[in-house]
């Protein structure tokens, strides 16, 4: 791993502009958002910092702990997910049942339980393979200087708008209403209920991983990590992304959410080159519409991902790590391309992202969190086996 002494005199200035840059930007969006939009949103654009830098040190992203467990049959990351899960799940029932703090009313993430879940996650998981990153993972990489995470961003947004457009006709799919286990079976029977399912897939990981390796690699590491350079640990990355979505439902009234922002952004592109989308189903919804007419460092979920950016940036330069390349094989660009396109339109009709559906809605005990994460992890074994097509592996 490169280091202050081993680096060129040209990487030193790289990642010095990159943190001088990333910083100033950090710290007049921040006074911006303080002074215009007061101090929740500035402290939500804090919160995304903290969790672009949680997320890179760590590497907590979703998309490579999901292909270890199909591809190598490694559980680590698999299982740190479980523990993050699970503790939010403590945090987050109580909260949530209580309904409102400091003058913030709280919701959690619920969603219906229907075919269009199935197939929008079916269809995220195998685009978080080729894409190469979940929405988070996304975010994070290509704030710290991966110049293909930018191609995929930018699919991304662009099939999070083609969504949008049929948003509309994957309303009436078969299905179930909304179901939370915390509003069935109480707050308690909701937790315990949870944590015998994380219990349950944390065992079966371990299980399956011994079946083939014959012991358990730990969510530890073994290195001596640096808090300005990494790597942290699995479960030092799960705890602090706990925090992060308990403070985002304590400041913004709801989970994390990450995705709703691409397609505000893509409809604010569209309205730059003069076309007018207000009239989709999508949009015309009131808050949709508020949304849309109004400035995008209103909206929450834009401020965090700017957010989760700039810190992955910083994150990058302070651990002398940011050295973007334009050198990008063909298949992978192609690959890129074509997985940003199914994350964006899986996660718009599929009522969520990792984050938003699986982090948030299962955190939330909905049920469609579940069936989210059923769905997309079959798609992210297929678009495991996909990968050597694109010259991905």
């Not at 391309?337 to 809605?361: D, H, K, P, S, T």
Request: proline letters at 3%; one cysteine or more.
């Amino acid at each position: 791993m490169s280091n202050a002494a081993t680096l060129t005199p040209e990487q030193t200035r790289r990642n010095q502009l990159g943190l001088i840059v990333s910083a100033s930007i950090a710290a007049l969006l921040y006074l911006y958002l303080y002074v215009e939009m007061g101090w929740r949103q500035a402290s939500l654009f804090l919160v995304g910092l903290a969790a672009g830098v949680i997320l890179y040190h760590a590497a907590f992203g979703f998309t490579g702990a999901w292909r270890e467990v199909a591809k190598t049959g490694r559980s680590a990351g698999l299982r740190a997910q479980m523990v993050m899960l699970g503790v939010t799940v403590l945090i987050f029932t109580p909260l949530i049942s209580v309904g409102e703090i400091g003058g913030i009313a709280l919701r959690g993430s619920v969603a219906p339980v229907n075919l269009g879940v199935v197939c929008g996650a079916f269809l995220f998981g195998i685009g978080m393979q080729l894409g190469g990153g979940c929405a988070s993972g996304t975010l994070f990489t290509a704030g710290g200087g991966n110049v293909r995470m930018l191609v995929t961003l930018a699919s991304f947004i662009a099939g999070s708008v083609l969504g949008t457009f049929h948003w509309q006709s994957w309303q009436g799919v078969p299905g179930f209403e909304p179901m939370a286990l915390s509003r069935s079976f109480g707050v308690v029977g909701g937790v315990l209920i949870s944590m015998v399912l994380f219990a349950g897939v944390y065992l079966a990981a371990a299980a399956w991983e011994k079946c083939r390796h014959g012991d358990l690699l730990s969510t530890k590491i073994a290195s001596s990590p640096t808090l300005l350079r990494g790597p942290w640990p699995l479960i030092a990355g799960a705890l602090a992304l706990t925090a992060v979505n308990v403070a985002t439902l304590l400041l913004a009234g709801r989970p994390w959410g990450v995705t709703a922002a691409f397609a505000l952004w893509g409809a604010k592109i569209l309205g730059v080159v003069g076309l007018d989308i207000s009239h989709w189903a999508y949009w015309s919804r009131p808050n949709s519409l508020a949304s849309l007419n109004g400035s995008l460092f209103n909206d929450i979920t834009s401020v965090m991902n700017f957010g989760i950016m700039l810190g992955a940036l910083m994150a990058a330069s302070l651990a002398h790590k940011f050295s973007p390349s334009m050198r990008i094989p063909a298949r992978s660009l192609l690959a890129a391309v074509v997985g940003g396109l199914m994350l964006g339109y899986g996660a718009r009709i599929a009522f969520g992202c990792n984050i938003g559906a699986y982090f948030g809605g299962i955190s939330s005990t909905s049920l469609h969190g579940w069936l989210w994460f059923v769905a997309a992890f079959a798609g992210s074994s297929i678009g495991t086996r996909l990968r050597p097509w694109f010259g991905l592996d």
